[in-house]
């Protein structure tokens, strides 16, 4: 088996709007990778089906755009590290069931990241949130409506908005 590094150039365009860019090596034997990726304006919306199967909400909108260096190495436990920035634009999320905004900004950039896999090591150097919105509920019974959100169940749930704690008149 080939054991040099092969020089990695590589471009698509995903779906009409996003794009995915890398270029670095890339190796056989053993299996390594030192590349750099540029991911721009991908579109979260197809995987709608997918979050749907873990939680109740709608992915109603989002972009993401990732960009910086990975590097992959084999051995006694493969290694993965990722050092670069990453965003999620115009993001907007819906509570299924109640049909309400959940979660929604204009734009979440985190820039710094310094990941390593397997030993569990993150670090961000910022994180800028560009109009964040939450829509947090606390029940009358002390639930969290972001608890129940993420908790899949075929049982519809009760109306947070309807039992949530009375506020104090001023």
Known sequence: PPTEQLDLDASLQINTAGSLSTSGTVGLNPVTADLLIDV???????????????ANVELRNG??????RVQYQTGEEPSIRFHGDAS????????????????NWDNLQINAIDLALPTEHVTIGEVIATKP???????????????TILTKSDQPRSNPATESIPKKKS
């Open 133 to 147: 919105y939450a829509d947090i509920i606390i029940s009358a019974d002390r639930n969290v409506n972001i608890r």
């Open 88 to 103: 999620v634009a115009k993001l907007a999320t819906v509570d299924a069931q109640l049909n309400k905004d959940l979660v």
């Open 63 to 68: 972009s993401a755009n990732l960009k910086g």
């Open 40 to 54: 721009t304006t991908l579109p979260l919306t197809p995987f709608q089906p997918y979050i749907g199967q873990a």
